[in-house]
């Protein structure tokens, strides 16, 4: 009992350390990171003595300019050292790269922890097993690719030093502090990893399996702020703060990284990074059941695509709502970059955009309607299946509608001008907002569906929680398409209000039918055995879909989001004197993120590959079963 | 549900009997006309309206035991809406939105008729008869798509690809992002911050609620609101700058713009494209006061880079109006159309 005690007790102490040891290198560079406002008085004294003072372009306040000012470069091999190749191509692949494997090693270990808590918490031990294995099968996966974005982490520092050596010295000059607490955070999310992983058998029981998932936690928050002092440095090129109109440093780094843009950057990549692991692991899933021999292996992993696609959309819906206020900020911030990016130069790859966004969620839609086919008793859903095709249908045509058309010369001609009557009206924000909501509304209707497919509820109130739900639906529908016609009425202001009320809907379906669906469906009768892995090849394309829509979007939003800076390296401080100083046409555009894309599902089909060759198939006990499934497999570790 | 269904069904067969006598010009194209400033609910509430009457035409010949096999039923739903989008609305839509929403459209028959298993069974079972050739026609068939098909991907290859004399496609960006500032008649304005000087209050402070408050009414009509007629003689204040406004507009702007501000004036059909249309919702009601102020004095010539392939006759006004002319004719053309201008708070 003792001897149990005391392994506690030295577990705790060392989580203690291990937190307290992550922390030391922020706590030991805090008094340096700020010698403007909250350095000592002397320091201060001394600076004024050889530094001119600057204002803050952005907070208006004024500091010391001890930061040398941002290059003026000019188009020669001492600023802008090339190949015989566009400089800006390179470091767009290897960025992309870093960030595809970036994102995907943040998210997995968020995905682990939650999969590691369910098991933790649930009573049923066979669950329990199936979600831990599960748990650590998502981060074997990561493990590998986590190397992978270290060396892409390395060949974009290269890049950037070898081709941009002018922009990335004025960048680290800034961000000095910051990059070598990224550094040691780097450091430490290795060693976490590392022992989260190596660990997971030692501490696999009672006590230490608590100190496990404490572990990933940690795991996550490092992860987290990492992305966040990542970020800081986009934010900053994109909106300069705690700098003066010549870009010197004034000495608080605080208002270097908090810049305009950083808060709603930081939810956006959350959220963002989520979805798209979600989706990765869900292909990867729906890639091992295509390739399934046996019976047992397809029910294994239609269950993980089930988990993974449910987790990537649980974060796939808020992710809208988080783009609109990153825009609204871009908007409040700068004028001119917000009419760029929606009504401008950048509107039509806003178009593409909103119809990947709704290839994500009909591809959700179309997954949870051929789920529906694994249960029996869901058939009496199925028929119904059309009208929501039509509605979703409806709102995605909406969605997509260009407010500036392409059109011919010709066709602008019969026409009769750029506006078109009835076109005009779909291509603005309020029915937008309309459309988008409609969808989401929808596909959580569909959600509602699949979790009451094959159950009967028995509570005695049944009746009236279905007239209840369908009434809240309908009056759902109703507010949402009202707001988006009544939006046309009233001043824009008001109107970007109204997506508040619209989103409020939204979200109050999600919030409120869920559970009153989950305590409708309490105790309810079953008609059947959700049946996994007796589900249509075609779910599993979607899922493939789903995923690739997923990666597709992020190069295509991170593209956008750089490419809004126009001719300028950090914006309205330090102006791009390269060659490649120009917006890419849609058409290059789309063809060097559909390479990206490429490049990136090759490579980590390879990262899949890796994983799969240390796996052992472990006999499965016969009690380990998905309730009312079919046996799933397990793998050994 | 009979009831219900055989309802359905009559709207469904009198929707597309009328709409295919008016596509023929069998009985007055104009019959159901789509009506200005609803057109796009009207649109949908139509599409609503055909798919509940295919519904109940399905449902209808199913209890008759003529069965419209499922392979057609999505076949003919898609055709329906290429042809709708096709004939039914007017203006014209340009090819690249009708070829988006054909695509769409296709999509959505897919996901309906593959939605479960036995769905996908039926829809697919023609192609698969085709395939297999197991009898005569099908064996024929099987042969005709083996030649009229790469005949047809040849001859789209070949036009595809065959040079033409028309004008190319010109991504045009219609409201390119402003300038940070603009100078005008000698002094910068800050697009972000700048407030029109005439819209004001009885105390004569900056109000643009009280403005909003005395435009016209939107939609069909724009009726004025009681007491608030600038052509009043004792109009004072914002009303009287409106009107002042107006007398710009009608002196300088309505030649190309038009007397309703909807782009169709008398010399407005010598351009491509023709003058902005401010009574449409994608224009001045989605820009701020500034932007319109920037546009009006700066002109076609006056557009940025952003604003490619600067397709704009618009005269730099600047050259002829004052600025007070200028923010009359801007705050003019918000009161007439019923729009109020972008703010950002």
Same mark, same amino acid.
């Given at each position: ?63 010391? =300019? ?247 959309? =649980? ?323 | ?345």
């Amino acid at each position: 009992m003792g001897r149990v005690a005391g392994k506690k007790l030295f577990s705790i102490m060392a989580l203690v350390a291990m937190v307290g040891l992550l922390l030391l290198p922020i706590a030991v560079s805090l008094p340096s990171l700020a010698i403007g406002a909250d350095a000592p008085d002397a320091v201060k004294k001394e600076g004024e003595q050889k530094y001119e003072k600057g204002r803050d372009v952005y907070y208006k306040t004024e500091g010391l =300019a001890i930061g040398a000012p941002a290059p003026k470069t000019v188009d020669g091999p001492k600023d802008y050292p090339r190949y015989n190749f566009e400089s800006r191509v390179l470091l767009w692949f290897a960025n992309q790269q870093h960030l595809y494997y970036g994102s995907f090693v943040l998210a997995v270990p968020i995905f682990c922890m939650v999969i590691e808590f369910m098991g933790v918490v649930t009573k049923d031990k066979a669950m329990a097993k199936r979600y831990d294995q599960l748990a650590y099968d998502f981060i074997k996966i990561s493990l590998t690719a986590y190397s992978l974005t270290a060396i892409l982490g390395g060949i974009l520092i290269f890049t950037f030093l070898t081709l941009y050596p002018a922009f990335f010295g004025y960048l680290s000059s800034i961000f000095r502090p910051v990059m070598h607490i990224y550094a040691l955070m780097f450091v430490a999310e290795s060693g976490t990893l590392y022992i989260y992983y190596y660990g997971w058998d030692k501490m696999r029981d009672g006590f230490l399996k608590w100190i496990h998932l404490s572990m990933s936690v940690i795991l996550n928050v490092i992860g987290t702020l990492l992305m966040f002092l990542a970020n800081s440095w986009i934010g900053f090129m994109m909106s300069p703060a705690g700098v003066d109109e010549q870009g010197r440093f004034l000495g608080n780094i605080w208002h270097v990284i908090h810049t305009a843009l950083w808060n709603p950057l930081n939810v956006h990549r959350i959220l963002g990074n989520m979805a798209f692991g979600g989706g990765v692991v869900a292909a990867y899933a729906a890639y091992k059941f295509l390739a399934s021999k046996t019976d047992e292996d397809r029910a294994h992993y239609d269950w993980m695509g089930y988990i993974a696609m449910a987790l990537g959309v =649980a974060f796939l819906i808020p992710l809208p709502f988080a783009g609109y206020w990153l825009m609204r900020e871009v908007y409040a911030y700068r004028q001119q970059m917000g009419i760029t990016l929606m009504g401008g130069l950048l509107a039509w790859l806003f178009i593409i955009q909103a119809t990947m966004i709704g290839i994500l969620f009909l591809s959700t839609n179309y997954y949870l309607w051929q789920a529906l086919g694994r249960m029996r008793g869901a058939e009496k859903y199925q028929r119904y299946i059309k009208y929501l095709v039509f509605i979703l249908c409806c709102g995605y045509l909406v969605f997509i509608t260009p407010h500036t058309i392409v059109m011919t010369p010709a066709e602008l001609k019969a026409m009769g001008g750029q506006q078109h009557p009835v076109l005009g009206n779909y291509g603005v924000m309020s029915a937008k907002n309309g459309g988008i909501n409609v969808i989401i509304t929808t596909t959580i209707l569909s959600f509602v569906w699949y979790m009451r497919g094959n159950k009967v509820s028995t509570v005695s109130w049944s009746k009236f929680g279905n007239i209840f739900m369908g009434v809240f639906f309908a009056c759902a529908y109703v507010n949402i398409i009202w707001l988006a016609i009544y939006g046309y009425y009233i001043p824009a202001n008001v109107r970007v209000g109204l997506s508040v009320p619209q989103v409020a809907t939204t979200l109050s379906c999600l919030f409120f039918m869920f559970p009153l669906n989950s305590a409708m469906m309490k105790g309810a009768k079953q008609m059947g055995a959700i049946e996994w892995g007796k589900i249509s090849v075609r779910s599993q394309y979607a899922l493939i879909m789903l995923a690739t829509a997923f990666t597709w979007m992020m190069g295509l939003m991170g593209y956008i989001r750089s490419s809004v800076r126009l001719f300028w390296h950090v914006n309205e401080i330090m102006r791009d004197n390269s060659p490649w100083a120009y917006t890419h046409t849609v058409g290059f555009a789309a063809n060097m993120i559909s390479f990206n894309v490429l490049f990136f599902w090759v490579s980590i089909l390879f990262v899949f590959w890796l994983g799969s060759l240390g796996m052992k198939k472990a006999p499965v006990p016969a009690k380990a079963e998905v309730p009312g499934g079919a046996p799933q497999p397990a793998a050994g570790h | 549900m009979k009831a219900i269904m055989s309802l359905g069904a009559l709207i469904g067969v009198a929707g597309l009997l009328l709409l295919s006598g008016m596509i023929v010009g069998i009985i007055p194209s104009d019959t159901v006309r789509l009506i200005e400033g609803y057109m796009p609910v009207q649109v949908i509430a139509e599409l609503i309206l055909f798919v509940a009457g295919f519904t109940g035409i399905s449902y209808m010949m199913s209890s008759m035991g003529m069965a419209f096999p499922r392979f057609w039923q999505g076949i003919s739903c898609w055709a329906f809406v290429l042809l709708y989008l096709k004939f039914r609305v007017y203006p014209p839509i340009p090819f690249s939105v009708r070829a988006m929403y054909g695509t769409v459209s296709l999509v959505a028959v897919f996901m309906w008729v593959s939605a479960n298993e036995e769905d996908w069974q039926k829809f697919k079972q023609p192609i698969m008869n085709v395939l297999d050739a197991k009898t005569g026609g099908n064996r024929l068939l099987r042969y005709a798509y083996l030649i009229i098909l790469p005949i047809l991907i040849g001859g789209f290859s070949y036009n595809a690809m065959v040079p033409k004399s028309e004008e190319p496609i010109e991504l045009r960006t219609v409201h390119p992002a402003p300038p940070a500032s603009t100078k005008v008649h000698g002094k910068t304005y800050t697009l972000q911050t700048s407030q029109n000087p005439y819209r004001v209050n009885p105390e004569g402070k900056y109000d643009q609620e009280y403005s909003n408050a005395n435009i016209v009414e939107q939609g069909m009509g724009r009726l004025m609101k009681p007491n608030a007629n600038p052509w009043d003689k004792d109009a004072q204040g914002y009303l009287k700058y409106v009107r002042e406004g107006g007398e710009i507009f009608y002196q300088n702007c309505h030649f190309c713009h038009g007397d309703n501000l909807n782009g169709r004036g008398l010399h407005a059909f010598a351009f491509n494209p023709i003058p902005a249309n401010f009574t449409d919702p994608g224009t001045i009601a989605q820009l701020q006061e500034t932007f319109i102020f920037w546009r009006v004095s700066k002109g076609g010539i006056g557009l940025p880079n952003e604003g490619f392939p600067w397709a704009s006759v618009m005269p730099p006004w600047e050259q002829h109006l004052t600025v007070d002319e200028i923010w009359k004719v801007v705050m003019f053309e918000y009161w007439h159309t019923g729009y109020y201008p972008r703010t950002w708070d």
